[in-house]
């Protein structure tokens, strides 16, 4: 019985031996990014009225000035041929434009956004030179938007946009090997598969490391969303240069 209880434990002190390097192992594989980016588009957002359309746009030279307040960042986590990436994005702008109609008639659009793409990825090919992976998971899209009409000396008149949305979302992500401290990546997805909503976004970068753990980007991001709010067609673009600073641990 005594030697019975012997073996037993140390079987046990064996296996356990084994299985600590194994957990250990395991959780050492996964690898982590957090970037925090600059997105510095040109935007156009638009609203059906029962009256027409109200568009307004900024242009991207504008972009800084008429910004009261941003946030963008990511985060993203890999394990083998598994990733998981999160992309937040909020801002807050004020512009203004000529609007048609009678002289000196203008809108002034105050913007409101918020978005955030949550993706769980599968590498398909995983070669030394590109590392491509399917991806699927959703967007969720919140605006809270005003348009305000001042046509010329008339009342002004005030159309909003106020609802929030998720939609399901497909892609595909390709990163290329260029060099020891060069690589890119191409990103593009398309997501709502529904009457009423759709949105997809392409982003394209060059990607700089200056170590290990520190990578520069820089590229174009090109986002979309097409929604029917309260039985009016809301349309919201941006496009434009992306810079942003990449922490890998």
Do not use: C
């Amino acid at each position: 019985m005594a030697l019975k209880q012997k073996l037993s434990g140390s079987t046990a002190a064996a296996l356990l031996a084994s299985v600590a390097p194994m957990a250990s192992a395991q959780q050492s594989e996964w690898s982590y990014e957090a970037t925090i980016y600059l997105f510095m588009p040109e935007t156009e957002t638009s609203i059906q009225t029962p009256s027409g359309t109200l568009d307004g746009t900024l242009s991207f030279s504008d972009a800084l000035e008429n910004l009261d307040f941003a946030f963008m960042g990511a985060l993203a986590a890999t394990n083998g041929q598994w990733s998981v990436l999160a992309d937040y994005n909020y801002t807050n702008l004020t512009f203004g434009n000529t609007a048609p109609g009678p002289a000196g008639s203008e809108l002034e659009t105050s913007v409101k956004t918020q978005f955030l793409t949550a993706l769980l990825g599968y590498r398909v090919r995983n070669d030394p030179s590109a590392k491509v992976d399917l991806a699927g998971g959703f967007r969720w899209y919140s605006t809270d938007t005003e348009f305000t009409l001042t046509p010329g000396a008339a009342p002004s008149q005030t159309s909003s946009a106020d609802a929030s949305w998720f939609d399901p979302v497909v892609g595909v992500r390709a990163r290329f090997t260029l060099s020891d401290a060069w690589t890119s990546t191409a990103y593009v997805d398309y997501g709502g598969f529904r009457s009423g909503s759709q949105t997809w976004s392409v982003l394209l970068t060059a990607d700089y490391a200056i170590n290990d753990r520190w990578l520069l980007r820089g590229g174009y991001r090109y986002i979309s969303f097409d929604h029917n709010i309260d039985g009016n067609d809301y349309t919201f673009d941006q496009s434009g240069p992306v810079l942003g600073a990449t922490y890998r641990f």
